[in-house]
């Protein structure tokens, strides 16, 4: 379990394929964000929940399963790219974003980056299931970060950034066209549910 705020940003070394078979080996520099990691232990790397399968000093490896390299945006880093990085929520400790799971729903690309008066508009162009369950004033996860939606035409969601979220996250670094990791509410899921 997460809450979308970001702890900080690590920097990828290496995105391998895994000895005999499909999966990837994704090796990330945490720096201080490793501090008291241990292995088997969850972090949320752009709001995918990954597993720590190896710590060596500052530097962590994950593996991804084939699943988690379709669905996420994940697959296609590259070495020298910027991740956003969130450890899971302790019990008791303070919720200050929305409940994130860290199972992310699937990708959605930039379309527009306006910035404007103390803020950032950024708008994504949605998949039609994921689109279903984005509403205005709701929450959504990009690239892990607890975003409020603005606004909802169609398939295009609109988020507000403030100057901090762009400092402290890998959305400073993002360009119309870009590919984000997405989680929508899990309350919307759930209340979008079919009846039977």
Do not use: W
Request: aromatic fraction near 2%; hydrophobic fraction near 40%.
């Amino acid at each position: 379990m997460f809450t979308g705020i970001i702890e900080g940003m690590g920097t990828v070394k290496s995105l391998k394929k895994a000895a005999g078979g499909r999966a990837l080996v994704l090796r990330v520099s945490l720096g201080r964000h490793a501090r008291g990691l241990r292995t088997g232990q969850s972090v949320a790397l752009n709001g995918a929940c990954l597993t720590a399968v190896g710590i060596s000093g500052g530097e962590c490896t994950f593996e991804l399963v084939e699943e988690t390299a379709r669905l996420t945006a994940l697959g296609s880093l590259a070495p020298g790219d910027r991740v956003n990085v969130e450890r899971s929520l302790r019990a008791g400790a303070r919720l200050e974003g929305h409940f994130v799971l860290g199972h992310v729903d699937g990708t959605a690309r930039i379309t527009s980056i306006r910035p404007m008066d103390g803020e950032t508009r950024l708008s994504l162009s949605l998949p039609a299931p994921l689109a279903r369950h984005v509403v205005k004033k709701g929450s959504i996860a990009v690239d892990g970060i607890s975003l409020t939606v603005t606004s909802v035409r169609g398939r295009t969601a609109t988020v507000a950034l403030i100057p901090h979220t762009l400092r402290v996250t890998n959305l400073g670094s993002r360009r119309e066209g870009d590919v984000v990791n997405v989680e929508t509410d899990v309350l919307a899921k759930y209340a979008t549910l079919p009846k039977k």
